[in-house]
């Protein structure tokens, strides 16, 4: 009986250690996970359902989620034998920025390789200061909007958030080169196993604080000249009463055309949806929602979208699918050709004839203006008539034939200014050279000045006292006839009556 009963716990207590083997087979336990500072390590189950997991691994601590504490070293036991097809590792790193910078973005996974057989998402958590904005930057790949229910080729899908508002996701090489958020939100990289995280992807910088909810770069180029951009949230509704903005780049000579699709208008409460159009940062178009959209031909503008105050029920939303593309403005090789109309022809005739006109009037202004050049250099060369050197400023000059003195007959003067009988020939002469100047003979050798009867009382002021004498040509004048009979006749008077009165007083004296 005794035997028996023992026999019985035997069995039982194999029984147990047979199960406990079984059980621990099919636990996979995971060690050395290391958490750095600052990160936040979550193991999700996503299916909710089929395995469990625990850290100490007592009876009540099975669980569908762990999470992992920054600064520590962590051993993880998961009660199944393919935890990976159940569960989900997402790495969540937070980072704060200052006023001048924000901390160091880890883009790696060291420290958690053991996990590499899991799909992972890396969140980084970033958040502004509060007078500025955070740009991420994906310069080196670019971005491509996809719609929420679609996946990447290569299974890295990015997701942006401006706080808690969706602004979309993403896949690797694209058109958009970077984000601005107003000043707190998250950026996510989803991975698939086996793949580790490459560094350099993006960065992250402060910026001046927006007004928008987000500001998003688009780069249009060769090979990429066209991109679909979807609202926030979408499909479901952009944000009551938010703005957003979009930023255009394309070619030089290339015009732009925005279409809207799938969209849902709002019942609005207050304002209106509106669409505005920026070009260098001036308001150059406002647009409305279900209007045609302008065709843009700035090498960059900008398209700024602004909800209005809406209805607030469940079936009232704001959504829109957005496809911008960019094409040369005059295509070589397809340009369109036609018959010229009579109406063209008439413009072309009107447009040669108007071309022919201002051409001639062209012509003849530069005629003129030639002329006027002409006319004024041939006056310049002309010598001009100044007062001569001998004249002392104070001499009073005839100048016509009246208001004779009254000792002049017959407009012939008693006296004459040798000046203004020849200095004005003596200027103009000398000015083409026709005389060679005159050496001044010395005083021993010049002759004395008289009149032809060598009487020197009557000579000129002007003959009397000139230093050197002058050619021939210019120093010979002519003395009018009426001029020496008059001379002669005031002797012979004074001689008769000098006579006369002689002859008187010997009458009187006998």
């Known amino acids: 009986m005794y035997f028996n009963k023992s026999r019985r716990i035997s069995l039982r207590i194999l029984l147990f250690l047979i199960v406990l083997s079984i059980v621990d087979a099919k636990n996979v336990k995971i060690s050395d996970i290391i958490v750095d500072e600052g990160t936040t390590v979550n193991i999700i189950n996503v299916k909710n359902s089929g395995c469990k997991v625990c850290q100490k691994c007592l009876s009540w601590s099975w669980n569908f989620e762990l999470v992992l504490q920054p600064n520590s070293k962590n051993d993880v036991q998961f009660g199944c034998e393919r935890p990976q097809d159940y569960f989900r590792v997402e790495i969540v790193r937070n980072i704060a920025c200052t006023s001048t910078s924000c901390d160091n973005i880890v883009q790696s996974d060291v420290g ?36 929420p229910s679609d996946s990447c080729a290569d299974k890295h899908t990015y997701t942006l958030h401006a706080a808690k508002v969706l602004l ?86 290339y015009k732009t055309a925005i279409n809207f699709h799938n969209l849902k208008q709002p019942t ?72 010229p109309t009579k109406r063209s022809e008439e413009i072309d005739s009107h447009l040669q004839t108007t071309l022919g006109v201002l051409a001639a009037l062209v012509v003849s202004a530069a005629v003129v203006l030639l002329v006027v050049y002409i ?47 020849y200095s004005h020939f003596l200027q103009k002469d000398a000015a083409y050279h026709m005389y060679e100047p005159c050496e001044l003979m010395p005083e021993s050798k010049r002759k004395p000045a008289s009149d032809k009867s060598g009487n020197d009382s009557n000579v000129s002021l002007f003959q ?16 009018d006839n009426n001029v020496n009979d008059l001379e002669q006749k005031k002797q012979q008077g004074s001689s008769s009556g000098s006579a006369t009165t002689k002859a008187e007083g010997r009458r009187l004296n006998r």
């Open 375 to 421: 006319v004024m250099r041939k006056k310049k060369k002309e010598p001009r008539m100044e007062v001569s050197v001998y004249n002392s400023g104070d001499t009073n000059i005839q100048t016509g034939l009246s208001n004779f003195p009254e000792d002049c007959e017959d407009g012939i003067y008693s006296q004459i200014d040798e000046t203004l009988v």
């Open 464 to 479: 009397s006292q000139q230093g050197h004498t002058f050619p021939n040509n210019y120093m010979e004048f002519s003395v």
């Open 112 to 147: 958690l390789s053991n996990l590499l057989a899991f799909n992972r998402r890396f969140k980084w958590k970033i958040e502004a200061d509060s007078q500025k904005s955070f740009q991420i930057n994906f310069a080196n790949t670019g971005l491509t909007q996809i719609a």
């Open 168 to 253: 979309g996701k993403y896949c690797s090489n694209g058109t958009i080169s970077n984000a601005t958020i107003q000043s707190q939100g998250n950026f996510s990289l989803d991975l698939p196993a086996g793949q580790t995280l490459s560094s350099g992807q993006f960065d992250v910088s402060l910026v001046e604080r927006i007004t928008t909810l987000a500001n998003i770069s688009v780069t249009l180029e060769e090979g990429s000249l066209s991109s679909t951009l979807l609202t926030p949230n979408y499909p479901d509704s952009f944000p009551n009463a938010d703005l957003m903005e979009w930023y255009f780049q394309v070619p030089n000579n």
């Open 268 to 339: 609005c409460l207050k304002d209106n949806v509106e669409v505005t159009y920026r070009n260098n940062g001036t308001i150059s178009q406002v647009v409305g929602i279900d209007k045609v959209q302008p065709e843009q031909n700035q090498r960059r503008f900008s398209l700024r979208l602004r909800n209005c105050q809406m209805d607030t029920g469940p079936s009232n939303q704001f959504s829109i699918n957005l496809t911008v593309t960019s094409s040369p403005s005059s295509p070589v090789g397809n340009m369109i050709t036609f018959e």
